[in-house]
Nanobody, 121 residues
Framework: QVQLVESGGGLVQAGGSLRLSCAAS????????MYWYRQAPGKQRELVAS???????NYADSVKGRFTISRDNAKSTVHLQMNSLKPEDTAVYYC???????????????WGQGTQVTVSS
């Protein structure tokens, strides 16, 4: 059994900052890529940022220069530092991790429960 638990969401004014965290726990052999997605009301879930086990990062154009993804492999955690927040960043943010539970089966996809981020204008 694997759990991803997110924290750090909340209400912030435009221009402010928030730091999201996601901690994985359970019978984990290895965590490959980790992701942050978001879903705004009435919109599809979209990829915000990704990070490989080695630390290579990628970002959606809409957040480049404002958001930073990082991870702590020893603690099985991933973070999303969000600066210069805009009202259009308002969404439920989800973490996703590609986790190897048993080496003979390869990675499987696991999701957190989501954390609400609301940016007021």
């Amino acid at each position: 059994q694997v759990q991803l638990v997110e924290s750090g969401g909340g209400l912030v004014q435009a221009g402010g900052s928030l730091r999201l965290s996601c901690a994985a726990s359970g019978s984990i052999r290895r965590i490959n890529d980790m992701y942050w997605y978001r879903q705004a009301p009435g919109k599809q879930r979209e990829l915000v940022a990704s990070i490989t086990e080695g630390g290579t990062t990628n970002y959606a154009d809409s957040v480049k220069g404002r958001f930073t993804i990082s991870r702590d492999n020893a603690k099985s955690t991933v973070h999303l530092q969000m600066n210069s927040l805009k009202p259009e960043d308002t969404a439920v943010y989800y973490c996703n991790a590609q986790i190897v539970l048993r080496f003979e089966f390869g990675p499987s996809s696991h999701w957190g429960q989501g954390t609400q981020v609301t940016v007021s204008s």
